[in-house]
C-alpha cells in the first residue's frame, strides 16, 4: 500500500525558471493539499485541491504560483519565474475524505533557487 | 485566529532519559482535531497522533504518550526513555476546516536531540 508520493525529491532551479512539483495521493484518497517549510520554520498551508477543482487556495501567492488535481495523474504545483525566497521544501499530504480524517504527508520536494 | 506554539526550540537530552515535548495552541472551534508529526533528519514526515477535541483520554502507545488537557489548552507529548532513533524535530498541529476544508495549523517545531 503506497503512500503518497512526490517527486522529484530534490530541484534546483535558476531565477526565473519554472518548477514543477508532482504529488500522486494515496490509494483511494481523493483530497490533495499543499504546504510549505521554509528553512527553520514550521509547515504553512497553501492550497487544497480535489480531483479537477480548487477548493481553498488561501494559502497561495497570488502571483507566480498555480496548483492542479487533474481527473488523471498527480496533482501539480507550478512556481514559475522562481525566485531565491522560494527555496523550501513543499509538502504534498492526501485524505480520503474531508474534515475528519488524517492527512498523510509525501517525502517533500526540496526546491533550491540559485 | 488559530495558532500554536511550541515554545521550546530545542531540547537535548541523554539517552534513556524522559523527556517531555510542550504544545499550547488558541481556537475558537469548539470541535477542533490535534496532531503530532516527527520529521527525522531524512526529512520526511510521519503521522504520530491525531485527537478530537472531545476526547481528553490520556494515550500512550509504547514508549510515547500524549497528554491533552482542554483546560490549559494543551496537548503535551512525552517520550519515555529516550533513544537515539527519537532524534527528529516534532510537530504539533492544529486542524482547522473552513467552508470544508481542513487546513493544518503548526508550531514551530521542537528540535529534539537524543545524545548516546
Known amino acids: 500500500n503506497a503512500g503518497v508520493m512526490q517527486n522529484p525529491r530534490h530541484l534546483v532551479r535558476r531565477r526565473g525558471q519554472e518548477a514543477r512539483l508532482r504529488c500522486s495521493p494515496m490509494?483511494?484518497?481523493?483530497?490533495v493539499y499543499w504546504y510549505r517549510q521554509l528553512p527553520e520554520e514550521g509547515l504553512k498551508f497553501m492550497v487544497y485541491l480535489q480531483k479537477e477543482n480548487i477548493i481553498d487556495e488561501s494559502g497561495m501567492p497570488k502571483e507566480r504560483f498555480s496548483a492542479e488535481f487533474p481527473k488523471e495523474g498527480p496533482s501539480i504545483l507550478r512556481i514559475q519565474q522562481v525566485v531565491r525566497g522560494d527555496s523550501a521544501a513543499y509538502f504534498c499530504a492526501s485524505s480520503p475524505r474531508l474534515a475528519e480524517e488524517t492527512q498523510y504527508f509525501g517525502p517533500g520536494t526540496r526546491l533550491l533557487v540559485l | 485566529a488559530q495558532k500554536v506554539t511550541q515554545a521550546q526550540t530545542e531540547i537535548s537530552v541523554v539517552e534513556k532519559e524522559d523527556v517531555t515535548l510542550d504544545c499550547v495552541y488558541e481556537?475558537?472551534?469548539?470541535?477542533?482535531?490535534l496532531f503530532w508529526y516527527k520529521q527525522p533528519p531524512s526529512g520526511e514526515l510521519v503521522f504520530l497522533i491525531r485527537?478530537?477535541?472531545?476526547?481528553?483520554q490520556n494515550e500512550i502507545s509504547g514508549r510515547y504518550s500524549w497528554n491533552f488537557q482542554k483546560s490549559t489548552s494543551s496537548f503535551n507529548f512525552t517520550i519515555t526513555a529516550s533513544q537515539v532513533v527519537d532524534s527528529a524535530v516534532y510537530f504539533c498541529?492544529?486542524?482547522?476546516?473552513?467552508?470544508?476544508?481542513?487546513?493544518?495549523?503548526f508550531g514551530q517545531g521542537t528540535r529534539l536531540t537524543i545524545n548516546p
Open positions: 498541529a492544529l486542524s482547522e476546516v473552513i467552508q470544508g476544508a481542513q487546513k493544518l495549523v
Open positions: 485527537r478530537n477535541s472531545f476526547d481528553e
Open positions: 481556537t475558537r472551534d469548539t470541535t477542533y482535531y
Open positions: 490509494k483511494g484518497h481523493s483530497h
